[in-house]
């Protein structure tokens, strides 16, 4: 998929792995992600990767069940180039592909910017889960206290787009 601004968005393969391991532990502190009470390695996950001068500016990795995609992790590390957009389109055009009827994905309440973000690119607001990050800090103990602005991390907001076509 090409974007916007000379973005190409491709799938990531075998040959990425040592880079997007590296990254996700930068970006999460360690291999996992701890979300709704699931474990996930999103290292071993399906990803899309946004490339901008030939090399990775953005990640995304998914994992489908029951006719839903789940955004499992968005990373971009050159920001405010569409980056994003353009793996957010790429996600939706692999749900629908795929006949998932629903896209969706969890941030945290902390991430006041994430959670316009993803307002502003159709997404809806379909449950807010309070507390669920104490649980998944059992899980996964790393999980910091507090988030962006000093915000403690508390609650989980799913966020969903349902796909028409
Ligand atoms: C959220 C995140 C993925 C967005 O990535 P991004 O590549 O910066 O996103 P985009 O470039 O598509 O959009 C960012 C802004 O830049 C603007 N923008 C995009 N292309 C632009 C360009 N060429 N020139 C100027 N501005 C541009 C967009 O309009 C957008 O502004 P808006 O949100 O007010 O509409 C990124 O900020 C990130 O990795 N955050 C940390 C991790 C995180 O919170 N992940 C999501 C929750 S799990």
Known sequence: VKGGNGILVRTVSFADKNWVRNRI????GTETVVVHGQVYHPA?????????????????TYHCQEGALEIVTLN???????????????????ANRMGCKRLWLVTTDDNL?????????GFTIAAI?????????KIKPEIPI??????????EIELEMIISK
């Open 44 to 60: 071993e996950l399906d990803g899309l990767a946004a490339i901008l001068d030939e090399k990775p500016a953005g990640l995304l």
């Open 76 to 94: 971009c590390w050159q920001e405010k180039r569409g980056a994003g957009s353009v793996l957010l389109e790429a996600a939706r055009a692999t």
């Open 146 to 155: 507090t988030g962006y602005d000093g915000i403690p991390i508390r609650d």
């Open 25 to 28: 532990v930068q970006e999460w």
């Open 113 to 121: 910017h994430a959670l316009g973000y993803y307002q502003k690119r």
């Open 129 to 137: 889960h309070i507390d669920a990050v104490h649980r998944s800090r």
